[in-house]
């Protein structure tokens, strides 16, 4: 947005840039209406300062055609009543985020996919951390560990799901068959709101963890090996080490996962989906809601019946913002780590 | 860099025109005289022998089979009629949903046009009613199977309550209503200290809306889910049962249920002719343990299915002759030996080759004659657009009842909440 207005900016009056080569874009002006004898060089020039926006350009088109696009056009499609199965298309303003607001199912879905996000991101990050920290020893095999923790994320998301939702199975799932034989009750992993955020969320951390433990690895290889051992010399243990040294240098990298968590956290879909086991329940997240997270909400009216794309994009748009002001919040708290 | 350039721009030009090309080949695909024609399925429906021997009276026509789960299947034909593109030539449209379609025919081939008009007597009249537009000028689809109901019993959970195992004294057991059947739930839950009766008071509560005259819908597609007495008799008959602690609990489809056939957790399920085989192929270990008795209540229809051909599709002759040709009565007979869907033609009910059939997976049941009775019974019930969305709505209800979420009154007053939005 910022980027689209520059001119009109009253802080920026309109005169000659004093170094023409240093802006590509008034050479490429410039070169229309050159004479004709200079064109070879200006040509040369024109490659020299050009080109470069040329072969980052296919990314910027593809961005707008698949990206800007379908983002302005899902806000259009969000101010009518747009339903797929007819061709009337009525103008309805602000009415979907009206009915959206206002529906508690909606309000329900935000508040098991914030529940869920917390449950799968805060264990996940800390353990990505310390299985991070375990890497940076002297192991053998090192390669083989390493290796190792990206493959849970490489296994496809609706196999992981599918596995995972027999596990947590209420009849003959693994996970209520171990708590029996250790003598506690089964439990009914499904039906249960608290119960099945746990599993959803289990399932995303099993499949993040070592991805994010990969990533903090490689910030951790950066921090400079004097820091470590001066702290050792100051007579700081390892766990010490790793959350007054390692964490505070790493922080750019813990910001950078704790967003991608988010945003990937508050979109998911093939878990809860799944684990509903298909049909209605997979789509309202259970009989009772109880684990509907919002892309969920929004597959319910948008691809189910009625087809509602109006108010299935208000959905969209809604959950944009969401994911923005959690983002902003998670960066804020964030960069409260201080380094010390 | 100044010499390349032109050729650059040749070679982009050059892979454009190739790629064009190449889709344009990819969508004729008529080079060799040869047509593919795309068929849509959710689960398998015992095409595959026919496709061959189809492919050798036609040599010309080749097949290619998607499938898919069965509400994706539904939604994304929903979607790609919507859009006009990516539907296959043949769809399979499940009953539940076929309304929903008669209400847009311009979005299908209509088989009057290309010869359907002069096989109207081959189908049961209702299942040829249900493909029909509103305004009879339009027929959408061909049937294929219908879903007579019958119930599902295991003989060694019966014997082990006292209760009779043989198949005519089971029936025996219900034949007046379902009050009997719960009465018989009552029985079995005293005799085998609260074992489970059935998989799912949802499947149980749909079986005896499907029996009554008047469903969720009446003609002119209004809701009467509240004013219709059969269904809050079937309410208050399941609410009843789920108190007595009779239903497992278990979601259709989910591995859950499916174990359930095998491990005998559960009595009895209502199986239209089509859950023959799922259990049949889910719970092998389990053969000689299953039976089927008749249905409580009367006959009633449980899913089937219709052949259609979206207006998308490019070959409308093709695909019309081999829909016929895969619906007559010699192919459906041939599809319900190899799978158990049972077919919606009449001339094949005196047929001995369909009668006659048993299964010995059921203890050599003969499901040709007792679904044969159970298709010849039934008394069509008008099926609104959203009829499938509305039942599993108070389906869920049902469910919230049943996992202790909500009394029946708090679950009814959401179920009615919840289905001001299908208006």
Redesign the interface.
């Given at each position: 947005m910022i980027q689209g207005r520059p001119g009109s900016s009253p802080g920026r009056p309109r005169r000659p840039v004093p170094d023409c080569e240093s802006d590509p874009m008034t050479i490429a002006a410039k070169g229309k209406g050159a004479p004709v004898k200079t064109a070879?060089l200006l040509?040369?020039r024109l490659?020299l300062k050009a080109s470069p926006y040329l072969y980052i350009a296919p990314f910027f088109a593809l961005f707008a055609v698949f990206g800007i696009f379908p983002l302005a056009y899902t806000a259009w499609v969000s101010t009518h009543e747009w339903s797929?199965?007819s061709d009337e298309r009525v103008f309805v303003g602000f009415g979907n985020y009206e009915t959206l607001l206002t529906d508690p199912y909606f309000w329900n879905a935000l508040g098991n996919t914030l529940s869920i996000l917390l449950l799968a991101t805060v264990p996940q990050l800390f353990a990505a951390l310390f299985l991070a920290h375990l890497l940076t020893t002297r192991l053998r095999g090192q390669t083989f560990w390493r290796m190792g923790m990206l493959l849970p994320n490489v296994a496809s998301v609706v196999a992981v799901a599918v596995i995972f939702?027999?596990m947590f199975?209420?009849?003959?799932g693994l996970i209520n068959w171990v708590l029996e034989s250790l003598g506690a009750g089964r439990i009914?992993w499904q039906?249960g709101k608290a119960s099945s955020h746990v599993a959803i969320a289990v399932m995303i951390a099993w499949k993040w963890t070592g991805y994010n433990a990969l990533i903090y690895l490689a910030a951790m290889q950066a921090v400079p090996r004097e820091v470590y051992e001066a702290a050792h010399l100051d007579g700081a243990s390892r766990l010490q080490q790793l959350f007054s040294v390692t964490v505070p240098m790493i922080r750019p990298t813990i910001v950078f996962t704790v967003i991608v968590s988010t945003i990937y956290g508050l979109q998911i879909f093939a878990e809860p989906q799944l684990f509903g086991?298909?049909?209605?329940?997979?789509?309202?997240g259970g009989?009772?809601r109880?684990f509907q997270t919002l892309t969920l909400y929004l597959y319910e009216h948008g691809?189910?019946?009625?087809?509602q794309f109006g108010y299935a994009s208000a959905v969209a748009w809604t959950m944009f913002a969401v994911i923005v002001i959690v983002a902003l919040l998670n960066y804020v708290f964030i960069r409260r780590i201080r380094s010390s | 860099m100044k010499t390349s350039r032109p050729s650059r721009a040749a070679l982009a030009v050059v892979a454009a025109a190739a790629l064009v090309a190449g889709s344009a080949a990819a969508c004729s695909g008529e080079d060799d005289g040869t047509i593919t024609l795309s068929v849509g399925l959710f689960g398998d429906f015992g095409f595959g022998p026919l496709y061959e021997e189809y492919s050798k009276l036609n040599p010309e026509i080749k097949f290619e089979e998607r499938i898919a789960e069965f509400s994706d299947h539904h939604t994304n034909l929903t979607t790609h009629l919507a859009t006009g593109s990516g539907a296959a030539d043949i769809e399979a449209v499940e009953v539940g949903f076929v309304s929903q379609y008669t209400a847009q025919p311009d979005r299908f081939h209509n088989l009057l046009d290309l010869g359907a008009d002069e096989l109207e007597g081959q189908w049961l009249d209702w299942k040829w009613q249900q493909a029909l537009s509103a305004d009879g000028e339009s027929l959408i689809g061909l049937g294929t199977d219908v879903g007579g109901m019958a119930m599902c019993y295991r003989t060694d959970l019966f014997e082990a309550a006292g209760l009779p195992t043989e198949r005519d004294a089971v029936s025996a057991l219900w034949a007046e209503s379902w009050d009997d059947y719960v009465a018989v739930g009552h029985q079995y839950a005293e005799a085998t200290d609260g074992a489970y009766f059935f998989e799912s008071s949802g499947n149980m509560f749909r079986a005896m809306v499907e029996q009554a005259p008047e469903g969720v819908y009446d003609r002119d597609n209004e809701l009467i889910v509240e004013s219709n007495p059969a269904i809050s008799e079937a309410w208050d008959l399941s609410v009843e049962a789920i108190e007595a602690g009779m239903s497992n609990r278990l979601g259709a489809w989910t591995p859950e249920w499916n174990a359930g056939f095998n491990e005998g957790t559960f009595a009895t399920i209502i199986c239209p002719a089509w859950m023959t085989s799922y259990i049949e192929t889910n719970a092998p270990d389990a053969s000689g343990l299953w039976d089927i008795a008749t249905v409580p209540g009367g006959a009633g229809n449980m899913g089937g299915s219709h052949l259609v051909l979206p207006e998308q599709g490019d070959h409308p002759e093709e695909a019309y002759a081999f829909i016929e040709w895969l619906t007559a009565p010699e192919q459906q007979l041939k599809v319900f030996e190899a799978t158990g869907n049972f077919p919606s033609t009449p001339s094949l009910y005196e047929d001995e080759a369909l009668t006659g059939l048993t299964k010995a997976y059921f203890n050599e049941a003969p499901v040709g004659e007792i679904f044969t009775a159970a298709a010849q019974a039934v008394q069509p019930q008008y099926q609104g657009p959203l009829q499938g969305d509305v039942l599993a709505t108070i389906g869920q209800g049902l469910g919230r009842i049943e996992d202790g979420s909500q009394t029946p009154e708090e679950a009814w007053a959401q179920v009615l909440n919840d289905l001001e939005s299908f208006k």
């Open positions: 070879p040509r040369y490659d797929l199965l939702s027999t199975g209420r009849d003959f009914d039906t086991g298909g049909g209605t329940n997979g789509i309202t009989a009772s109880q691809f189910n019946r009625g087809f | -």
